[in-house]
């Protein structure tokens, strides 16, 4: 077999770094592995097709699966993950002290479709009964004006989508009161310089809220998977187990240095301790691939997708995938 030339893009997080170092090859491909930030690659993947292994938004793949018009199938490696309380800011000088004060409030998104909002919506539903509609969404670039939606949504009625001005950001808006609060996967950079009366709706206890919310639902969030275009997997049906082996090689040489007390893998003091204690609340394998182990996370996800109106239709776990890449051999 030739060995096939692929364009792979995707963040260098310690869990993929061995396939950029070539620690984990992909079999029988020559990689050329492009180090991008989550919303380059999203937005370059989904508007332009531009890579043939990309990280790709879950939410954003199971939209355009509902649709019919995805150009990419995922495996499920998910490389990026993340508890989502600690994503809710809000101007703590107008009495929002629980979840159930997010009620009539103005809160700005980046994007409404992105995974970090569809858990963080779902969660207030579910946990705390503060629905979608009961809240005034505005959207646009959290520090640079003019961010849209990477694939076109149709939510229909009930929801109160707007765009922001083009020349604001929902950062300066917050900080200037002009907004309730955000929610998304990243920090405001008024918070992280300390602007006044902005804070997270967690305050400093957001990690307990976490830890709380796994030991209730057993859920840790997936935010990003790994998408392979169709067009290559169909022409190289080997492709997409050869680009997750790789992928889970990856990963577990990651978790292996991450508990290694001779030399830390990370700049923390004390990266070991705060292994044993992710073991001893999540289990051993804390981050687990695989459709099986993650069944229930994707599945309430694409519930809250279908409720939230960013799917036409509840789809359903085993779409997102290559077949192949849910049957691996066994020896």
């Given at each position: 077999m030739n060995t096939l030339r692929i364009s792979l893009a995707c963040g260098n997080y310690d869990r993929t770094r061995a396939l950029f170092d070539g620690r984990a090859p992909i079999e029988g491909c020559e990689v050329a592995a492009v180090a991008l930030e989550p919303e380059e690659a999203f937005h370059r993947a989904f508007r332009y097709r531009e890579f043939d292994v990309t990280e790709i938004s879950l939410s954003s793949h199971m939209m355009t699966t509902a649709?019919?018009?995805?150009?990419?199938?995922?495996?499920?490696?998910?490389?990026?993950?993340?508890?989502?309380?600690?994503?809710?800011?809000?101007?703590?000088d107008r009495g929002i002290a629980t979840p159930q004060d997010l009620r009539g409030r103005i809160i700005g998104?980046?994007?409404y479709q992105i995974t970090a909002n569809v858990w963080i919506r779902g969660i207030l539903q579910d946990e705390h009964g503060v629905r979608p509609e009961e809240i005034g969404w505005r959207r646009g670039g959290v520090e640079e004006p003019g961010r849209g939606?990477?694939?076109?949504?149709?939510?229909?009625?009930?929801?109160?989508?707007?765009?922001?001005?083009?020349?604001?950001?929902?950062?300066?808006?917050?900080e200037h009161g002009e907004i309730d609060g955000y929610i998304g996967a990243?920090?405001?950079?008024?918070?992280?310089?300390?602007?006044?009366?902005?804070?997270?709706l967690y305050g400093d206890d957001y990690i307990e809220a976490e830890k709380a919310y796994f030991r209730r639902s057993g859920i840790f969030p997936i935010m990003h998977m790994v998408g392979i275009r169709k067009s290559l997997a169909a022409a190289h049906p080997w492709l997409p187990v050869s680009v997750y082996k790789a992928f889970i090689k990856a990963k577990e040489l990651a978790v292996r240095?991450?508990?290694?007390?001779?030399?830390?893998?990370a700049t923390l003091p004390w990266m070991v301790h705060h292994l044993d204690e992710a073991r001893a609340l999540m289990g051993q394998d804390f981050w687990p691939y695989g459709l099986e182990a993650n069944r229930h996370?994707?599945?309430?996800?694409?519930?809250?997708?279908?409720?939230?109106?960013?799917?036409?239709?509840?789809?359903?776990?085993?779409?997102?995938?290559a077949p192949s890449a849910l049957d691996l051999s066994k020896i």
């Open positions: 649709r019919g018009d995805n150009d990419y199938v995922a495996i499920p490696a998910f490389i990026s993950r993340v508890f989502r309380q600690s994503g809710i800011y809000v101007r703590t998104v980046p994007e939606e990477r694939a076109p949504i149709d939510l229909g009625p009930g929801i109160d989508l707007r765009q922001i001005p083009d020349d604001k950001t929902l950062s300066g808006m917050l990243r920090a405001p950079s008024c918070f992280l310089r300390g602007a006044p009366n902005v804070g997270r240095d991450l508990g290694e007390i001779c030399h830390l893998a996370a994707i599945d309430t996800f694409s519930r809250y997708h279908f409720e939230q109106g960013l799917s036409k239709r509840r789809v359903a776990p085993e779409e997102l995938f």
